[in-house]
């Protein structure tokens, strides 16, 4: 046989291990990926994946050895880009297939994480063909739930709006109102949770989840709970509106801030625990809730212990200290995240800098050193921008 010929034959059994090698690799990314498992080591002969890899060429010899004679295919710039390609495909097959939908919705949120990098997720919800063939009216729309931003809550021209005009008869909630009107309605909840267990037309698996909500509704605790939820989120989704609004500024957020975070704290007195505890046992007494055994036995100090003979003053009973505790370690939890979210340099840093305009405007001197400008930036220029504020505002009194 030719040596060119033979050259050729063992290229392209090179190549065919190659493409069966590359194809091993996607497979797998795909997997890990769909489970959620990490794929790197240290190095890059290290990790699951390309453990995995060697386990599945296991009884491969060619390809076994292919992937230990190459470490770039293992690079993570490689997965990156692997996992990228596969990103890409999911997202088409979801466009197209929203894309046949006659409805469809959104839900976007971002948020900034310890680095202060922005962390943004939008979600789409669509009625596939499927659905479409129940003929599901909108006129039947009777709730909708989202976020509390101005553009989906608007009166005006938010999509609770533009719903509102197209099924006037239904109503949308958010987290204090949805909490608020649980509340209200509780008896009536309790009532139907009751009448759906009972009913033995409820197919089994929906039928135990019933059950177990209406066990959970029935323990006094649960409520307890939601009436810690309604004193911990309506302060904070009064604050989120004004912080969503369009004319918003630093000082304004920051203040805003303080004023919650007095708000979260002013919660943390055992009066308002007590006036939480004396509604759920109003609750109790009319829909027939499980409550802690009060008459149970108070733990004591052992007597070898006790170096006094005066009666030991006994505390409340330990499953109400338990809610006590509880809702004190949510009141923390959140005085914790107002802090960590509004305490930043850079939230500081801009609020000055507003604080310094508006003192300029109502004629005061600006020290320049505090503001933390750009080297690039024209002091003297703006030294002069901000004396002549005050004679084109004509603010008369300096902020406090």
């Known amino acids: 046989m030719p040596i060119n010929a033979l050259l050729s034959d063992a290229i392209s059994k090179r190549q065919a291990t190659a493409r069966h090698v590359l194809e091993l690799l996607f497979r797998t990314i795909r997997f890990l990926g769909s489970k959620g498992i990490p794929f790197r080591g240290d190095t890059t002969r290290d990790g699951n994946l390309y453990e995995?890899?060697?386990?599945?060429?296991?009884d491969q010899p060619k390809e076994q050895e292919w992937i230990k004679g190459r470490d770039n295919w293992m690079y993570n710039t490689i997965q990156n880009e692997i996992i990228q390609q596969f990103s890409h495909a999911v997202q088409r097959a979801i466009v197209a297939h929203s894309s046949e939908s006659t409805f469809y919705g959104l839900m976007a949120d971002g948020t900034t994480d310890e680095s202060t990098t922005e962390q943004f997720s939008c979600s789409i919800q669509f009625v596939d063909n499927s659905l479409q063939l129940l003929n599901i009216p909108m006129e039947r729309l009777v709730a909708y739930c989202f976020d509390g931003a101005s553009n989906m809550s608007g009166y005006i021209s938010g999509?609770?709006?533009?719903?509102?005009?197209?099924?006037?008869?239904?109503?949308?909630?958010?987290?204090?109102?949805a909490i608020s009107r649980i509340l209200t309605s509780y008896s009536a909840l309790l009532a139907t949770l009751t009448a759906l267990k009972d009913d033995k037309g409820t197919r089994g698996d929906t039928r135990s989840k019933i059950v177990g909500l209406c066990k959970q509704a029935r323990n006094g605790r649960a409520l307890f709970g939601l009436l810690s939820c309604q004193a911990l989120f309506e302060p904070c989704?009064?604050?989120?509106?004004?912080?969503?609004?369009?004319?918003?500024?630093?000082?304004?957020?920051?203040?805003?801030?303080?004023?919650?975070?007095?708000?979260?704290?002013?919660?943390?007195?055992?009066?308002?625990?007590?006036?939480?505890?004396?509604?759920?046992?109003?609750?109790?007494?009319?829909?027939?809730?499980?409550?802690?055994?009060?008459?149970?036995?108070?733990?004591?100090?052992?007597?070898?212990?006790?170096?006094?003979?005066?009666?030991?003053?006994l505390g409340p009973n330990a499953s109400i200290l338990t809610w006590t505790r509880e809702f004190y370690q949510a009141v923390d939890l959140v005085s914790s995240e107002l802090e960590r979210r509004f305490n930043q340099d850079t939230m500081?840093?801009?609020?000055?800098?507003?604080?310094?305009?508006?003192?300029?405007?109502?004629?005061?001197?600006?020290?320049?050193?505090?503001?933390?400008?750009?080297?690039?930036?024209?002091t003297g220029r703006l030294y002069l921008q901000l004396k002549m504020m005050?004679?084109?505002?004509?603010?008369?009194?300096?902020?406090?």
């Open 52 to 58: 995995m890899i060697l386990e599945r060429t296991y």
């Open 159 to 177: 999509v609770q709006a533009r719903l509102k005009e197209l099924c006037p008869q239904s109503m949308w909630c958010v987290r204090a109102i």
């Open 237 to 313: 989704e009064a604050v989120a509106r004004r912080l969503q609004s369009s004319n918003i500024t630093a000082l304004s957020a920051l203040e805003c801030a303080n004023v919650l975070k007095q708000r979260i704290a002013a919660l943390q007195r055992d009066e308002n625990v007590e006036k939480m505890r004396e509604k759920v046992n109003v609750y109790a007494a009319t829909n027939d809730l499980r409550m802690p055994n009060t008459t149970a036995r108070e733990s004591r100090t052992p007597a070898h212990l006790r170096q006094t003979t005066e009666p030991e003053a």
């Open 348 to 378: 500081m840093l801009a609020a000055n800098r507003e604080r310094a305009v508006i003192v300029a405007a109502c004629g005061a001197p600006v020290d320049l050193d505090t503001l933390q400008l750009p080297k690039e930036l024209d």
């Open 390 to 400: 005050h004679s084109v505002t004509g603010e008369s009194s300096a902020p406090r």
